[in-house]
């Protein structure tokens, strides 16, 4: 999701970038345009360029997203011709912007063409993947779960731990808070097994109904109670395309990962200034 919603920003501020420079010297033939405002124009590129990073938009809904897209670029383009009457983008700053944005979505261009060679993963691996995490999938569970976030002094966590060893409820040990004066704060939500960060989630799977976990927070400490939970499984037939996306995702991530890692070695990078000294590894280090 962060990264579909960083790749529109970029595009639209591509698009403002494309603006910003120089003009269109003749003009494009009336198929590729949706829109003329002034004398420039907004194509049919621009708009299906947007309109790809529309994730599961359903044909029907197209025509209606176009139009939308439209109404925005046209937006844009008036800001653009607007910027360019007050010279805003001959600005340092924007100028900096802009080369941001050129080198953000060239860098993106990068990882994508990296990443194609990542091979689709197979039926083996993707059972393997079902069977090995059944908190996700054949024993996923909807959790509703309270949180208290505990201002303690550290001489005073083994107490608090004792205490809530020996409630009976949570409502109970709330009391406790409340009596002693401790500063705490409470929330609870529900949420499935794929909205939690996966050691959370194996940490509630082992829980019961009831029964709490204590972690040590910033402040003090932070409990957290499984006060319920109600089993919805998923089948293997179910998870299989969120699997396989998964999984192909990961590959990608690796080898643009392992990629940089080897631009890196081959690279002569040198730390600069203040830099330099943050870069420089600790004397024990360099010595071994």
């Given at each position: 999701?962060?990264l579909r919603?960083?790749?529109?920003?970029l595009?639209?501020t591509?698009a403002?970038?494309?603006?910003?420079?120089?003009?269109?010297k003749?003009?494009?033939?009336?198929?590729?345009?949706a829109a003329?405002?002034?004398?420039?124009?907004?194509?049919?590129q621009q708009?299906?360029?947007?309109l790809?990073?529309?994730?599961?938009l359903?044909?029907?809904q197209?025509d209606?997203?176009s139009?939308q897209?439209?109404?925005?670029l046209i937006d844009q383009?008036?800001?653009?011709q607007?910027?360019e009457?007050?010279?805003?983008d001959a600005?340092?700053?924007?100028?900096?912007?802009l080369?941001?944005a050129?080198?953000?979505?060239?860098?993106?261009?990068?990882?994508?063409?990296?990443s194609?060679?990542?091979?689709?993963p197979?039926?083996?691996?993707?059972?393997?993947y079902?069977?090995d995490?059944?908190?996700?999938?054949?024993?996923?569970?909807?959790y509703?779960?309270?949180?208290?976030?505990i201002?303690?002094?550290?001489?005073q966590?083994?107490?608090?731990?004792?205490?809530l060893?020996a409630s009976?409820?949570?409502?109970?040990?709330?009391?406790h808070?409340?009596?002693n004066?401790?500063r705490?704060?409470?929330?609870?939500?529900?949420r499935?097994?794929e909205?939690l960060?996966?050691?959370?989630l194996?940490?509630l799977?082992?829980?019961?109904?009831?029964?709490?976990s204590?972690?040590?927070?910033?402040?003090?400490?932070?409990?957290?109670?499984?006060?319920g939970?109600?089993?919805?499984?998923v089948?293997?037939?179910q998870?299989r395309?969120?699997?396989?996306?998964?999984?192909?995702?990961?590959r990608k991530r690796?080898?643009?990962e392992?990629d940089?890692k080897?631009?890196r070695?081959a690279a002569?990078?040198?730390?600069v200034?203040?830099?330099?000294?943050?870069a420089r590894?600790?004397?024990?280090?360099?010595?071994?």
């Amino acid at each position: 999701m962060m990264l579909r919603r960083l790749t529109l920003a970029l595009l639209t501020t591509a698009a403002l970038a494309a603006g910003c420079g120089e003009k269109k010297k003749e003009p494009l033939p009336g198929n590729q345009v949706a829109a003329r405002v002034n004398k420039d124009d907004v194509t049919l590129q621009q708009i299906n360029l947007v309109l790809q990073q529309q994730r599961n938009l359903r044909p029907e809904q197209a025509d209606q997203a176009s139009r939308q897209i439209l109404e925005r670029l046209i937006d844009q383009e008036l800001a653009v011709q607007k910027a360019e009457s007050l010279k805003l983008d001959a600005e340092p700053r924007v100028q900096q912007l802009l080369d941001a944005a050129r080198r953000e979505v060239v860098a993106r261009a990068y990882a994508e063409k990296v990443s194609e060679g990542a091979a689709k993963p197979s039926p083996d691996e993707v059972h393997q993947y079902y069977v090995d995490k059944p908190a996700l999938f054949s024993e996923r569970r909807v959790y509703s779960i309270q949180e208290l976030a505990i201002e303690a002094r550290a001489d005073q966590v083994a107490t608090l731990r004792e205490r809530l060893a020996a409630s009976k409820t949570i409502t109970e040990f709330v009391d406790h808070l409340k009596a002693n004066d401790y500063r705490f704060s409470a929330n609870q939500a529900v949420r499935s097994a794929e909205q939690l960060p996966m050691p959370v989630l194996e940490a509630l799977a082992r829980m019961k109904d009831g029964q709490a976990s204590v972690n040590q927070g910033s402040n003090g400490l932070v409990v957290t109670v499984l006060a319920g939970s109600r089993s919805q499984p998923v089948s293997e037939e179910q998870a299989r395309p969120a699997i396989e996306q998964y999984l192909l995702n990961e590959r990608k991530r690796k080898l643009v990962e392992e990629d940089l890692k080897a631009l890196r070695a081959a690279a002569k990078i040198e730390y600069v200034g203040s830099f330099a000294d943050a870069a420089r590894p600790p004397a024990s280090a360099a010595s071994r």
